[in-house]
């Protein structure tokens, strides 16, 4: 099953500005995530975000701040063992889009806990990332165990676009070329 814009949902987890220098291949996750977010702004995909220990690791980081319509600060790796997560997804989601960091613990603890409240979970493979790509390669191939679908930014960017006749086709395809 491809993953349609609607019932989509962009989680953008702790991409933050004390965190990322240290991700291997950083710059191409927030790159890849700045591409999700504004396919997902272009395509009323709603975009939501995680923030572990701000106070400690900053606030998202600057090229993906101003994206999600809400965020949640959160002590606890898995976003979705945070009292209020409920409040972060809207009501209507099915899909579970994912990018951030790191990949084998807020990404995988969350990416189990949306799993296991049932929400289909597409984890954008080239937008997150971790310390060592050992840990990524592991979070992914344990994701996919888990139940989570692995792909990559221009799958989900086509797939949202459904056909080349969309609206907003040629602004999406801008983003990648």
């Known amino acids: 099953m491809l993953v349609p814009a609607a019932g989509s949902v962009l989680l953008l987890v ?4 004390r965190l990322m220098p240290a991700i291997s291949g950083g710059d191409e996750v ?6 999700l977010a504004r396919a997902a702004g272009m395509m ?9 220990n701000p106070a400690g690791l900053g606030p998202t980081v600057q090229a993906l701040a101003g994206y999600p ?3 949640l600060p959160k002590t606890s790796f898995a976003a979705t063992s945070e009292p209020t997560f409920d409040t972060l ?3 209507d989601t099915e899909h579970v889009v994912v990018a951030g960091c790191e990949a084998h613990v807020c990404v995988l603890q969350t990416v189990v806990g949306l799993r296991g409240r049932g929400y289909r979970v597409l984890l ?5 990332g971790s310390r060592t790509t050992a840990n990524r390669d592991a979070a992914l191939a344990r994701a996919r165990e888990h139940g989570a ?4 930014t221009e799958m989900v960017l086509f797939e949202w676009l459904e056909h080349s006749g969309h609206p ?4 999406v395809q801008r983003l990648i070329t």
């Open 69 to 71: 319509r809400t965020v």
């Open 30 to 35: 927030v790159a890849n995530s700045d591409r």
């Open 14 to 17: 702790d991409l933050q500005q």
């Open 149 to 152: 679908e692995v792909l990559t």
């Open 168 to 171: 907003r086709f040629r602004d």
């Open 89 to 91: 997804l809207p009501p």
């Open 124 to 128: 954008v493979g080239d937008a997150v």
């Open 44 to 52: 009323d995909v709603p975009i939501v975000a995680t923030e572990q």
